[in-house]
Structures are given as structure tokens and as C-alpha cells.
């Protein structure tokens, strides 16, 4: 098992469920995982929020193409927001984005995928105090071992599209994530099984969150700032 430290949960956290939220949404697992897992709760997801690079072309982290993640939003069926994103100031145009929605939609809550890592909890709890909407964390400190299997055996099917070169090779690329992926990392050691610590970025490309399976095809691997990277087209 994959010991999840103690961490704190603030007020957010604990409050009641069926408020109208956004939903991060990398195109990863735990994005797609934790919308569902709020949908569940009750909430009512206005829209999907995917942030690219400032060019557009690209998601942050996952080096996912935005047209991929726009297919992934249109077989989710929930409506769909992509924004680019500068390097400098990112907090300030992510308030301002969400104080727009709050005015549009009437949002009163924002899904976060996160998982343990207490310095994104504690950006997150200060930004939507700030901003006066609801954290709402549907994984958080849930053993990561345990929300894996819970992912797959959800019916959620993905693929691993990033790694960091210093601890998986490029020969990762394009695994499934399913119980052979598990045992195989595991056996590796010191490393988190839903690469919280960013040791991988997966592509979720079917689950009951979806209408239908995405189609698509895998491109070529490239090596950047020490990650590899899956082109998926």
C-alpha cells in the first residue's frame, strides 16, 4: 500500500454536496475521475475547465493536444471551457476567470483532481477563500493505491502520455493503466501508483463519464525538459 500522510481538511472540504460548480479537467484520470466522483455527490458541473499553454495549442503538464481534450469535453457532454494560460500571473488570471463564471453561471464550487500534496491544498484553500467559492475535492487523501484500482474497476480506461525521464523511461509510454501497470510500478518502488508527484500524466479515453469511446491514435515520442511525451492525435 501507498501510505498517504496525514494532512489537514478546512471547512470546504466537509460541507454539504449540490452546488453548481467547474471542474478542472487535465484529460488526465484523476480529473476525469474526480468530476465523476462530484457528479456523484450531487454537484452540478456548469463546465469543464482545461487550461493550455499561452500559444493554445497544448494542455499544461500533459502536453495533450487542445483538440484532443475538446473531444474528450464533447463525449463528456458537459459544456466546455479552454483558456490559455501565461507563465507569470497564473493565479490572478485563474481568480479572474472564475469570478467571471461565478457572475455567468452562478457557480458556487470548483473541482479539484488533487490528491495529497498539502502546498497545492494550500494554494487551493487560499484562492477560493479569496475568491468565496467551495473546494471540493472528491479524492482527496484517498490511498492511492486504492483510487486506482477504484478507477479502473469504475470502467475508466487510460493511457500513460508523460514521464519524467529520471524515473520512467520512454518505454512507458502508451501502457494502459490497468492491474499489470500497478503490479509493474510497484516493483520499481518510490513511486506514487497515480503519479501524484508528477512521475507520470495519463489520457483518459473512455468511462462512464463519457458518451462514447474516444478514437484515436498514438504519434511520435519526443523527449522535453526531461519528460517524454506521447503525441496523441
Known amino acids: 500500500m501507498n501510505p498517504v500522510r496525514p494532512i489537514k481538511k478546512s471547512v470546504s472540504y466537509w460541507r454539504s454536496n449540490g452546488m453548481k460548480a ?28 482545461n487550461f493550455t499553454n499561452i500559444d493554445g495549442a497544448g494542455s499544461v503538464s500533459h502536453g ?39 457572475i455567468k453561471d452562478d457557480i458556487k464550487g470548483i473541482v479539484f483532481g488533487d490528491i495529497y500534496l498539502q502546498e497545492h491544498r494550500d494554494w487551493i484553500d487560499k484562492v477560493c477563500a479569496e475568491l468565496k467559492v467551495e473546494a471540493i475535492l472528491p479524492i482527496w487523501t484517498t490511498d492511492t493505491e486504492k483510487l486506482v484500482k477504484d478507477i479502473i474497476d469504475s470502467g475508466f480506461k487510460s493511457i500513460v502520455v508523460s514521464t519524467r525521464k529520471d524515473i520512467l523511461g520512454e518505454e512507458w509510454l502508451g501502457r494502459e493503466i490497468d492491474d499489470n501497470f500497478i503490479k509493474d510500478v510497484s516493483t520499481i518502488g518510490n513511486i506514487d501508483l497515480c503519479g501524484e508527484k508528477g512521475e507520470f500524466h495519463t489520457f483518459t479515453y473512455d468511462g462512464p463519464i463519457f458518451k462514447g469511446r474516444i478514437k484515436f491514435d498514438k504519434g511520435e515520442k519526443r523527449l522535453e525538459n526531461n519528460r517524454w511525451f506521447l503525441e496523441i492525435r
Not at 474528450?72 to 485563474?94: R, S
Open 22 to 49: 467547474v471542474s478542472l479537467w487535465s484529460g488526465g484520470k484523476d480529473s476525469c475521475f474526480a468530476c465523476y466522483k462530484a457528479k456523484e455527490q450531487g454537484h452540478k458541473i456548469t463546465s469543464l475547465i
Open 64 to 102: 495533450l493536444s487542445a483538440a484532443i481534450i475538446k473531444k474528450q469535453a464533447c463525449l463528456a457532454d458537459i459544456p466546455f471551457l479552454q483558456k490559455a494560460m501565461p507563465k507569470d500571473g497564473y493565479t490572478n488570471a485563474f481568480k479572474a476567470l472564475i469570478e467571471e463564471l461565478k
